[in-house]
């Protein structure tokens, strides 16, 4: 359909102007509103005001400006259809052919810290949505621009096409345009849900980034929706799997925990071994000290630019995935000599890169949850002695871990590692079991450890179980019927003890 007229009111003007100057040049006349008509005038562009236009004024503030009978019905009528084309001419409608629209910024607005919910309210746009949802339907005879990436293909579309659009081109701008509003509409309904505390539904609309060999086992189809990209680059080796990403997500949200130089290593999303030291190469010995055996084909995080001496240790076991905001030449090179091992740069924050939502699928529907975030830890000590300042360093630095490992979750830590870790338990004393053992078989001695949990002691056989392998101290969130026979275990064992009444479960 060749282009004649064009309607474009933008909240975004970048190369808009040249944008319409080459249409005014393939004789588009163009209509505008507000800022952009402003805009196209100061770049000496003819251009009309969509209140000449339609013959009547914007009106409350501009809440009112495009939707009229005559926007939307020279969008919408039926090019072609006899009964169409006559109603048309009897109301007047004249044929709007392009319609260039991004909307107001909502998302940018509700993303300022301390944004009230007026101001949020005031950037929801009515007239840019109708506009696109009404060019769009009639994509047979309108074009719809909703992205500025896609001016150059509708210019080059037009020159090629004696300034007509190809019926390929308009259906997807179409597809694009309906997939804009939708995305738009739920980033607006799912923040008034939240913001006014309703509960009336859960939508959300990502974009495919990429498609996985397979899922989380070979008979499984898998894929990865959203920005995974905006705060993941892979420099090297094998393209990711839908258990890499899981574990790359994992691991961060755990270095996330950490402002001190740390080193972690997971397996299936659970820490194997957690240490820290100004010296990355000493908070590897410490994080793989913990047990020598899991690593194996594991994910290694670090939250410092890894550096030569790292790389080398590293090299010494099988890893899948390696993950630090940076990787010193030298500590590349050294590890791009296995072909196969990710290497992935972490191009933000770790915070930065948590996930807004925690979602699962259950049978008939979807279990979604705020994450839990990194917070300060709460330290109520509930025992008869009070910890040590060491202590106290050795129970925040496993209770930072056992956040992130499978329930049930025991951690036996120092004040810089850990020292055996115990996950996925059906009862809590078999955790603390596995995790003595496991620092049994690395060699850890767990005199003088502090020992974290995820969730309050039902029992006091956990905590005798810690404290007879050598724990002199414990942190768990408390809350149990039988808190007060626990602080007695940990009294007669002249062991401190803190609360923190913040549960971590991880199912």
């Not at 990710?342 to 807004?356: D, G, Q, S, V």
Request: glycine share 6%.
């Amino acid at each position: 359909m060749k282009i004649t007229r064009a309607l474009i009111s933008v909240s975004d003007k970048t190369d808009v102007a040249a944008f319409a100057r080459a249409l005014e040049r393939q004789g588009v006349d163009i209509i505008s509103t507000g800022g952009t008509a402003d805009l196209l005038r100061k770049e000496k562009i003819p251009v009309r005001e969509i209140s000449k236009f339609t013959a009547f004024p914007e009106v409350l503030d501009g809440r009112v400006k495009t939707l009229h009978p005559r926007v939307h019905g020279g969008l919408l009528y039926k090019r072609g259809n006899a009964k169409h084309e006559a109603e048309a001419r009897e109301c007047g409608f004249e044929p709007i052919d392009l319609v260039v629209v991004n909307l107001y910024p909502f998302e940018a607005t509700i993303a300022k810290r301390g944004v009230t919910l007026g101001e949020a309210i005031e950037n929801i746009d009515i007239g840019g949505p109708s506009m696109i949802r009404s060019a769009a339907k009639n994509y047979e005879s309108v074009t719809v621009v909703v992205d500025l990436a896609d001016y150059d293909a509708v210019l080059e579309n037009m020159r090629d096409n004696k300034g007509e659009t190809t019926l390929k081109l308009r259906e997807r701008l179409a597809i694009k345009a309906f997939a804009r509003t939708a995305e738009y509409d739920r980033t607006i309904s799912s923040f008034l849900n939240k913001e006014q505390a309703t509960d009336a539904s859960f939508s959300l609309t990502l974009p495919l980034a990429m498609r996985l060999r397979y899922g989380e086992n070979p008979h499984q189809t898998g894929a990865l929706y959203g920005d995974f990209d905006k705060y993941f680059e892979k420099l090297h080796g094998k393209e990711l799997s839908f258990n890499n990403i899981l574990d790359i997500s994992a691991a961060t949200n755990l270095i996330g925990e950490f402002e001190e130089p740390t080193v972690a290593i997971l397996k299936h999303t659970n820490p194997c071994g957690v240490g820290s030291d100004n010296d990355l190469r000493k908070a590897w010995d410490k994080a793989f000290a913990t047990d020598k055996q899991a690593p194996f084909g594991g994910i290694i995080i670090c939250n410092r630019p890894l550096d030569e001496p790292l790389a080398r240790a590293i090299s010494e076991i099988f890893s899948e995935v390696i993950i630090a905001p940076d990787f010193q030449p030298e500590a590349r090179a050294i590890l791009q000599k296995k072909k196969s091992l990710r290497l992935i740069r972490l191009l933000t924050l770790p915070a930065e890169a948590k996930p807004a939502f925690d979602v699962r699928s259950v049978c008939g529907g979807l279990l979604v949850q705020d994450p839990d975030v990194a917070e300060e830890i709460k330290q109520n000590v509930v025992t008869k002695r009070q910890p040590t300042k060491t202590e106290v360093k050795a129970m925040l630095f496993g209770a930072r871990v056992v956040k992130h490992v499978k329930s049930n979750a025991i951690v036996y830590a120092k004040a810089d590692r850990t020292l055996g870790i115990g996950a996925g338990q059906m009862s809590r004393v078999d955790a603390s079991r596995i995790a003595i053992w496991k620092a049994k078989e690395a060699g850890l001695l767990l005199k003088g450890s502090a020992v974290a949990s995820d969730a309050f002691f039902p029992f006091p056989d956990g905590l005798i179980a810690a404290a007879e392998a050598g724990a002199t101290c414990a942190i768990q969130p408390g809350g149990s019927v039988r808190d007060e026979e626990v602080i007695a275990a940990a009294n007669e064992r002249d062991m401190a003890m803190i609360f923190t009444g913040v549960r971590h479960f991880r199912h």
